[in-house]
């Protein structure tokens, strides 16, 4: 049986010699076709290799940049010198540094010794960051000329205002006559040429500051000249007030007035001049200097070497891409001199071969060379054969990961993560759009500004992940409540903004902030339990109040803690006193925190007697400002703004040591431990780091055993205090007691009289001022005493300043008194001495 049918004639030996050629062509084509395979397979894991090293080096000069701005908002703004965010950065760049190493060491070894050199470069620019932060952290190390302003022209400043106001206030009390007048109208003239010059001053100061981030080198003739020329005033209108007080009668008490307002007027000037010069030279201030000559240098640097490694990679990627486009063409070759030897069959091979590979290889080559250009919009071709769909699969793959990287970086730079909410920078985008609109056209633009009240409490007691749920929640209703076309975004922490666009009325705001203060406090179920929590609204409108994105953002600001003032949970429209008023906030935050700083918080102490016997029963430790200037202030002076800040958690550590040593020098006094009443706010109950330290205190034996008195005010028995109950009693279990201060002005209730542990109930002093002459506030101590002693519970009343009054409450049967009429309080370092009590209790 024959295989082939005719084989014995011609058309059979043709045949015959046609399957051998196809054969042999078939044999020859595997060959060729196998040889190709491998090289173009090689070649294309060497492009992906290559684009993954692309992709590295993208995210490097990513994070170089991120770092670089971080840099330059610091130089801007003080306050942003977190050294945790910074170390990110700088850990970050390092991590990925060296993944790049490690890359490139699969490519080329000489591409390596580039990223070994950015490894250095990296350890450089960590050191110089390092030291530009801890420069950052001292405003006299960036900024030398503070001090002298600060120590010299503002106290000369605050003396001669003080000088001037005298001297008017001393001629209105007296007479009127010519003379006076004459005075009135010098004093008047020299105090406006005073306050020009400080508001020169304050310009020049303004505009230094304003181009810091230029040339050193400036030119402020006007400013420098205009402080001159009303200097020159002040000190010819104080020369004419000395001569108009010489006249005549001399009057010595005014002339020396005069001398004073010539020495504090004299030193200002002096120092204003070494201002100038400070502020003039070339480094005045040692940051700026710190990153041009060295960070900068080192990022111009690294960037180099990342221009000169991303150079190489794409010489490389186009000599592969060549090798490519040349083993394509030999392929070509091979086929053309196969076809010699059969039309027919090379033909059918050639165009398949040319349809199925030699077309999609020459369009992928083409495909990459235009990727490489930056060319967006290429299509790939089609691909059949296996050889062809990996090359276009990896050239798809490349393009795929470098969009969706694109992307994504695109998506985190202008969202925040936790909420997806748009974050700051695209708020701002869209804003001065909507504002660029609005200006063109007759509608306004709404700017909202929502700061979510106690939200660090939620963090301090269940944790930062039941935070982050609460914000997403947040972050849910607001949207809900705005239309498609407004913004709603997350500035950061627990701070929300919304962008009201075709806003007709401000009232449509009023209704909105309702609507949002409804809505979010309304119970949220976290964390197996329901909490509540409320937001304060600041409202801003343009063209109303501003039409900057920049202002209007800080109008809203200025409302927003200005709803927080009266009493959060609202929201308030921004007015015109907002802004000079948000900068007496800043101010006075300024210098509480430099008082914690220095130190200069203290305990006074006032003595608690008995109050049948007057036997002394504890002291009640009082904080006190000593303030450089003002004296000693009481805490309706800073104690609020200690609290909303949160500095009162590194004050009360220091002050905690005085009650210490208060009652170990009382004990070597007196002979006998005597118990100190120490405040406690609602924060400092939640604060785990206090609650710690204090239980740690107990258990040591700083404080002698039953000799500490806690002192809670009603307004935190309203607040969720599951965690602080448990502190407390922690005390009361090592010796501790518990006291509920100024009962009566609050809102508790006797269920919570009766679930706390109290030791003692104290009436505030706004009871016990008219009890002994007024029936009904007479009728209302009475019954907090029979009240507390039912419960099993002392009673001390505050505020006793009369006999008449402690006659009172000995007829009552109240057990501890405490005010003026038994001692004022005093400092540590004063002996306290009780008055003398013995003829009141001897009645």
Known sequence: ME???????????????????????????????????KTSHSQIQAISQRSHTAGLLLDIQTQLNRLENHLHRLLLDPSLGDTQETNA????????????????????????????????????????????????????????????MQDEMYPSHKLL????????????????????????????????????????????????????????????????????????????????????????????????????????????????????????????????????????????????????????????????????????????????????????MILAAYLYINRNL?????QTAYALKEEARGAVDIKPPPADLRETRDLVDAFNEMRRQVHQRQRYLDHIAHHDALTQLPNRVLFRDRLEHALAIALRGETQVGLMFLDLDQFKQVNDSLGHLVGDELLQTVAERLISLVRSSDTVARLGGDEFAILVEGLTTREDMSLLAKKILQVVEQPMKLADQDLRISVSIGIATAP????????????????????KRQGRAAYCFFSGELTSRASESLQRESQVRQ??????????????????????????????????????????DFLSVLDETGVIGSVIDPLLEQAIAFQREQYRQRGEKIAVAINLSVRLLNAPTFRRKLLERMIAGDFYSNSLILEITEDILMQDLAEAEVFLQQLKTLGARIALDDFGTGQASLSHLRQFPFDFLKIDREFIRNADADSNDASVVLAMIQLAHALGIKVI????????????????????????LIGVPSHAKHRVELTQLTPLFER
């Open 797 to 820: 009343a505050e505020g006793v300043e009369t006999e008449s009054q402690l006659a009172f409450l000995q007829e009552l049967n109240c057990d501890y008194i405490q005010g003026y």
């Open 89 to 148: 950065m700088l850990g970050e760049l390092d991590t990925r540094l060296h993944s790049l190493f490690n890359s490139l060491q699969n490519v080329s070894s000489r591409q390596a010794s580039l990223a070994s050199s950015l490894l250095a470069d990296c350890k450089a620019l960590n050191r110089e960051v390092t030291q530009l932060v801890e420069i950052r952290k001292e405003a006299e190390r960036w900024f030398p000329a503070m001090r002298l």
């Open 161 to 344: 205002i003080g000088e001037l106001q005298e001297l008017l206030y001393e001629m209105e009390a007296g007479v009127t006559t010519e003379a006076t007048l004459e005075a009135n109208t010098l004093i008047r003239g020299l105090q406006s040429a005073w306050l020009s010059m400080i508001e020169e001053m304050h310009h020049f100061v303004t505009y230094r500051f304003g181009v810091i981030v230029g040339d050193s080198q400036f030119d402020v003739p006007d400013y420098r000249a205009n402080i001159d020329y009303f200097s020159q005033q002040v000190l010819t209108k104080i020369d004419a007030l000395r001569l108009h007080y010489g006249k005549g009668a001399i009057d010595s008490a005014k002339i020396e007035h005069v001398d004073r307002l010539m020495a504090h007027a004299s030193t200002w000037i002096s120092a204003s001049e070494q201002v100038f010069i400070a502020m003039e030279k070339k480094v005045w201030r040692h940051d700026l200097q710190l990153m041009r000559e060295s960070i900068a240098p080192i990022m111009v640097r690294m960037r180099e070497r990342f221009s000169l490694i991303d150079l190489r990679l794409d010489n490389d990627s186009v000599s592969d891409i060549t090798q490519l486009t040349q083993t394509a063409k030999q392929l070509s070759e091979s086929i053309l001199s196969i076809a010699v030897m059969g039309i027919l």
């Open 3 to 37: 295989i082939i049918p005719g084989l014995d004639s011609y058309r059979g030996r043709y045949a015959y010699l046609s399957l051998l050629a196809v054969i042999a062509l078939m044999a020859i084509a595997y060959v060729g076709w196998s040889h190709v395979s």
């Open 544 to 563: 109303h109040d501003d039409v900057s994105a920049e202002y209007l953002i800080r109008d809203a600001d200025a409302a927003m803690y200005e709803a």
């Open 595 to 636: 008082a914690a700083e220095k130190d200069e918080f203290i305990f006074h102490f006032q003595p608690v007697v008995d109050s049948h016997n007057g036997e002394l029963f504890c002291f009640e430790a009082l904080m006190r400002w000593q303030h450089p200037t003002r004296g000693t202030l009481h805490p309706i």
């Open 358 to 362: 030699l077309q999609p290889i020459a």
